[in-house]
Antibody, heavy 117, light 111 residues
Framework: EVQLVESGGGLVQPGGSLRLSCTAS????????MNWVRQAPGKGLEWVSYIDSSSTSIYYADSVKGRFTISRDNAKNSLYLQMNSLRAEDTAVYYC??????????WGQGTLVTVSS | DIVMTQTPLSSPVTLGQPASISCRSS???????????LSWLQQRPGQPPRLLIYKISNRFSGVPDRFSGSGAGTDFTLKISKVEAEDVGVYYC????????FGQGTKLEIK
């Protein structure tokens, strides 16, 4: 069974930092590109960041560029998102997604990040 | 940036009746490799999104055949042949031809 399990979310003050993690199982993690996608409360989906299978190609949405860093450890079947200089508008559920055939084939359950004083 | 526009934003449907959702992109989604990376996702209440359709018309594993996708270029459609109660939720189109963008979502509800 395919599983993506996110962790690391929580309440943080504006300007603070958080590191999200995503642990994969049930598929060959090292063969898949991965993404983070977020969803603000009651809102739609927003792509955040992409990393290919070998960490060679990395992209960010303009809204997080310079503040967020995506990385992965294929030996640990894990994906990460380091989030710095957090703002209120970063409040959202963050989903880890596996990417193949030009789409998000697998999704985690998400982890909630709340940025508030 | 490519803008994805879905219509309608809300769709009340009678059980057993068909439903249709449209998605229009601000520019062609045909990739240089010849593929069109247009997908449809379903998000049931309180659940993460899940993949229904990829590359316009390919149903993902386990997706019932009452779901179908069609279209080309900039205009795409998701159809549900006979709506069931479990189909309630929000449907998103998504393009991955030019980075990744999502439509605003269409809420499917039962009349």
């Amino acid at each position: 069974e395919v599983q993506l399990v996110e962790s690391g979310g929580g309440l943080v003050q504006p300007g603070g930092s958080l590191r999200l993690s995503c642990t994969a199982s049930g598929f060959i993690f090292s063969s898949y590109s991965m993404n983070w996608v977020r969803q603000a409360p009651g809102k739609g989906l927003e792509w955040v960041s992409y990393i290919d299978s070998s960490s060679t190609s990395i992209y960010y949405a303009d809204s997080v560029k310079g503040r967020f860093t995506i990385s992965r450890d294929n030996a640990k079947n894990s994906l990460y998102l380091q989030m710095n200089s957090l703002r209120a508008e970063d409040t959202a559920v963050y989903y880890c997604t596996a990417f193949a055939s030009g789409t998000y084939v697998y999704w985690g359950q998400g982890t909630l990040v709340t940025v508030s004083s | 940036d490519i803008v994805m526009t879905q219509t309608p934003l809300s769709s009340p449907v009678t059980l057993g009746q068909p439903a249709s959702i449209s998605c229009r992109s601000s520019q062609s989604l045909v990739h240089s490799d010849g593929n069109t990376y247009l997908s449809w996702l379903q998000q049931r209440p309180g659940q993460p999104p899940r993949l229904l359709i990829y590359k316009i018309s390919n149903r993902f594993s386990g997706v019932p055949d009452r779901f179908s996708g069609s279209g080309a270029g900039t205009d795409f459609t998701l159809k549900i042949s006979k709506v069931e109660a479990e189909d309630v939720g929000v449907y998103y189109c998504m393009q991955a031809t030019h980075f990744h963008t999502f439509g605003q979502g269409t809420k499917l509800e039962i009349k």
